[in-house]
């Protein structure tokens, strides 16, 4: 390997050039010493052979030993759906086109929280088929599965069939049906899909029970199935129905207005 060759005495930069080296505040550097080595393949130089086999896990492997997982207060562990490996028209999808799956079975709860006087059981129980936020949670790797631990609030709904149309929002959760996208301009012109403005209003088709105040009592939700509401333009989780459908599920909050 080169060496580094350090002095204290004063070289200008002038003299420093005419010897070929580097110069850096009265240090003098060696030219070899300014190059990084090739020491093959998976040495100094990356090659991406040096990745080939490299397997990075974003989950929380749990070690055989342990053989159940209990989660605290208001968290619940769901085991995740496997990623869809197939289009509906059969195609096969590469891992890096597989969506990744936002729902579950919930396979143990916490015993809930407490919100001023009163005990806040978890509102879903063990194998209840779930629909959960995108980014929610930690995933853990436990039993040979895929499992997710997060908290109550994460949960968007209850889906007891395969269709997210059939959902049942909870908390202060609300399921829209998004408008379709206008085709043409105000001037008549027709619009390709690539210039389509994304519509921010839709028809609710469900709602949850409500928020929980300081007691612990819900409080009703401002809309009600049938609305058509304007809500904010990237808030909620998109899904798609099985006929193609496309549904929004988000909070209350992020609905701003009712039109009529």
């Known amino acids: 390997m ?5 002095s204290g005495t004063g070289l200008d930069a002038a003299t420093a050039a005419r010897r070929g080296l580097a110069f850096v505040d009265g240090l003098r550097l060696s030219p070899s010493a300014l190059k ?3 020491t093959g393949a998976c040495g100094f130089s ?5 990745f080939r086999g490299l397997v990075v896990k974003a989950a929380t492997v749990i070690a055989p030993k342990y053989t159940s ?16 490996e197939k289009t509906t028209g059969g195609i096969f999808l590469p891992s890096t086109a597989q ?9 143990a709860i916490g015993e809930g ?25 930690t995933e853990l790797e436990f039993g040979g599965s895929n499992h997710l631990i997060l908290k109550e609030d994460d949960i968007v709904g209850i889906l007891e069939t395969d269709d997210v149309k059939d959902l049942k929002p909870l908390n202060d959760r609300v399921l829209l049906k998004i408008a379709e996208a206008e085709e043409k301009t105000a001037g008549g012109l027709l619009l390709t899909e690539a210039t389509k403005e994304k519509p921010s209003f839709g028809t609710v088709i469900a709602i949850g029970p409500g928020p929980l105040d300081e007691q612990g009592s819900r409080k009703p939700l401002p809309v ?6 304007l809500h904010s ?3 909620g989780n998109e899904f798609k129905s099985s006929d193609g459908t496309d549904y929004i599920v988000l909070r209350a909050s992020d609905i701003m207005a009712i039109l009529s």
Do not use: F, M
């Open 46 to 50: 990356l090659h991406r052979r040096c």
């Open 99 to 107: 969506s990744k799956p936002q729902g579950g079975e919930v396979v």
């Open 113 to 137: 929280r407490t919100i001023g006087k009163n005990k806040v059981e978890i509102g879903v129980q063990t194998g209840t088929q779930i629909v959960y936020s995108k980014y929610s949670g």
């Open 36 to 38: 990084v080595p090739s």
């Open 233 to 235: 333009k990237y808030a």
């Open 69 to 84: 997982i209990k989660p605290l207060g208001d968290r619940v562990l769901v085991k995740i759906k496997s990623s869809e």
């Open 2 to 6: 080169a060496s580094v060759q350090l």
């Open 224 to 229: 009600t199935p049938g609305n058509t509401v």
